[in-house]
């Protein structure tokens, strides 16, 4: 430990601690812009200005570690003073049009301004360069050169978090800008859609693409039937938007809401992900049985999840040779989409063509994965908008609907029913839990060696986890899998995904089944949901998709009644004709 002094209050703290985490520590509250909990160090904006008294100078409180007998000022004239100055400069080229801003009340700049009182625009006028470019080409993102602070924490992001490096710095001094390659739009460059980039955003640089006034517009046409699909993760993040405490579970109040919003039939994503393990889970076994027992070495090995759409674009982009390792089942959106217009709208004798298919997802690169030519299994879109948590709080503040009163409803049926196998999807871990959870089952007919059905091996927060299953006594059509250890592994964030591919790529892989979610923690940390997104508020996040788990009557896929009851009406059998048109697609690079 080393003493220090901040504000005249003397405190031992660990060595090697920032100054800015020194004086969290001790409750005082230093303004930050480009520094981000999940982001390396850059000390690039400098409103963390802090005075070292000792030393007669000021200092980037992110960026300075704290050494012995530092006396270190926060809130001096100095401080205060400098720190406005910063703002105002960032302000200077800032188009702070705030009002019509779609980040106007999130902003942290904005914030800053208002916490500052910036009420002069003495820099303004020496700016000299005031071209911008907007970017709207993306279904999923816009990127307004406009609102950027240069603050670097979407590159930070895009190549740290993500290894995937879309967006880069260009450019000197007045002329530097945040780009991508050759400043091509972002559709055609190795973005993943992912929305990492967003939600480390301060300011309105880097927004979702939404399509609020599209829904609206469709919730008010009589003639429509208007459907609604929710992702597993909304239910643990809508309600921080909305006024309540992080990690809150929000499934009745998040109902309800959307039946007053006036959509037709409120359903569940969870009820196809419970769907996908049937699908995926049959898949598996298939390919084991080829490969193990039937010697077929054509069959790729691991197989790997295929239900988080950054994911896909990722593998599209740097693993192309290895897309034959995906499985072929659709995301639980999709495959949803797909049985709206064909399962739901027969069974409720509608048109499909005048069905409208929203979803709910905290995700910006599902609004991408709605829109690919692949996804219209059904005839028409599949899924005509998805919207992500932060679009269907606005909804709701703007229908006035107060959520923290709203009563608990229940999802409308058909394809409403899910199992705790479905919920925790929106975890890193969930979609492997819920897949041993039924396929070790359907091999062995015996429930998971597990406590409570938890496999704790494949939870938790570390970028890339291993378990293994081994399987003993298995029921006579798997004979073949007696005594083999399922190798399975977990990564979230596509910087993890690469260590997983660059095995897979040189044919060294060990595993049988691995499980890749794009955004760190899995969905509940996409970039579709509320902001700010950091490592405590996905660890809430988290403890709230399990403990929905362990609340549900059912808590494997395989035993949902209303997938039960699909198969018997409608699909047949599990990668049969019908659900491989409809729920299975392949990606071509
Ligand atoms: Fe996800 Fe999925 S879990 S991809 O993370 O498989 O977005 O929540 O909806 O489709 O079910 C996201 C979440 C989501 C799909 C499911």
């Known amino acids: 430990k080393i003493n220090i002094s901040i504000n005249g209050i003397s405190m031992d703290v660990q060595s090697g601690l920032t100054i800015l985490e020194a004086a969290d520590q001790a409750g005082i509250i230093i303004p930050t812009l480009c520094y981000h909990k999940d982001l390396c160090i850059a000390g690039n904006c400098r409103v963390c200005v802090v005075e070292l008294t000792g030393q007669k100078r000021l200092a980037a409180a992110c960026a300075t570690p704290c050494e012995e007998g530092m006396e270190i000022r926060t809130n001096s004239l100095n401080v205060r003073n400098s720190r406005k100055h910063i703002i105002e400069l960032l302000l200077s080229e800032h188009r702070a049009e705030c009002t019509t801003c779609y980040k106007n009340g999130n902003c942290e700049l904005q914030k800053l301004a208002s916490e500052y009182k910036i009420m002069t625009q003495d820099f303004i006028p020496l700016v000299k360069n005031n071209k911008y470019t907007i970017d709207q080409f993306s279904p999923s993102i816009l990127k307004d050169d406009s609102k950027c602070i240069r603050c670097q924490r979407c590159v930070r992001t895009c190549a740290g978090l993500q290894g995937v490096n ?19 739009a972002i559709t055609d460059v190795v973005c993943t859609n992912c929305g990492q980039c967003i939600i480390h955003c301060p300011t309105g640089a880097l927004v979702e693409r939404n399509y609020i006034e599209e829904v609206w517009d469709a919730l008010s046409n009589p003639d429509l039937h208007v459907v609604v699909q929710t992702a597993p993760a909304v239910r643990v993040g809508l309600g921080e938007e909305l006024g309540l405490p992080t990690g809150t579970r929000v499934t009745g109040k998040m109902v309800e809401a959307l039946k007053r919003l006036g959509f037709n039939s409120v359903l569940d994503t969870d009820f196809t992900a419970d769907l996908t393990i049937i699908e995926e889970g049959t898949e598996l076994l298939q390919r084991l049985k080829k490969k193990i027992h039937e010697k077929d070495e054509s069959v790729k090995l691991p197989m790997a999840t295929s239900c988080s759409p950054g994911w896909i674009k990722y593998i599209e982009h740097m693993y192309p040779e290895c897309l034959g390792n995906l499985s072929t089942c659709k995301s639980p959106q999709q495959m949803f989409g797909a049985l709206v217009k064909t399962y739901y709208a027969k069974a409720r004798n509608l048109q499909p063509d005048k069905i409208i298919s929203v979803s709910i997802m905290p995700c910006t690169a599902k609004k991408f994965e709605a829109a690919r030519p692949e996804m219209h299994a059904s005839g028409y879109t599949d899924v005509d908008y998805v919207l ?31 199992t705790g196998a479905a919920v925790i999807f929106g975890a890193t871990g969930g979609v492997m839990e819920a897949a041993l959870r039924t396929a070790y ?9 597990f406590e409570h059905l938890n496999i704790k091996p494949v939870r938790g927060i570390e970028g890339l986890r291993e378990a293994s299953i081994k399987i003993e006594n298995p029921q006579r059509d798997w004979a073949f899998l007696d005594g083999v250890e399922l190798k399975c592994a977990v990564a979230h964030g596509l910087i993890n995904a690469k260590t997983i ?7 060294a892989s060990p595993y049988h089944f691995v ?36 609340s549900m009557a059912i808590r494997k896929s395989h035993e949902n009644p209303e997938v039960l009851k699909i198969y018997e009406d409608f699909l047949g059998e599990p990668l049969g004709e019908l659900s491989h048109h409809l729920l299975h697609t392949s990606y071509v690079a």
């Open 388 to 418: 992500t948590t932060r679009e269907l709080a606005i909804m709701i503040k703007q229908a006035g609907i107060d959520f923290k009163k709203l009563p608990d409803s229940k999802f409308d049926r058909l394809m409403g029913e899910s």
């Open 166 to 184: 879309a967006l880069t710095v260009a450019y000197k001094g007045d002329k530097m800008k945040i780009t991508t390659f050759f400043e091509k």
């Open 515 to 550: 499980e890749i979610m794009a955004c760190p923690g899995g969905c509940l940390g996409g970039g579709g949901q509320p902001i700010p997104t950091n490592p405590e508020i996905r660890k809430r996040r988290t403890e709230a998709i399990y403990a929905e788990d362990e």
């Open 501 to 507: 591919m660059d095995q897979v790529q040189t044919g």
């Open 441 to 449: 089952e359907l091999v062995t007919g015996r429930e998971v060696p």
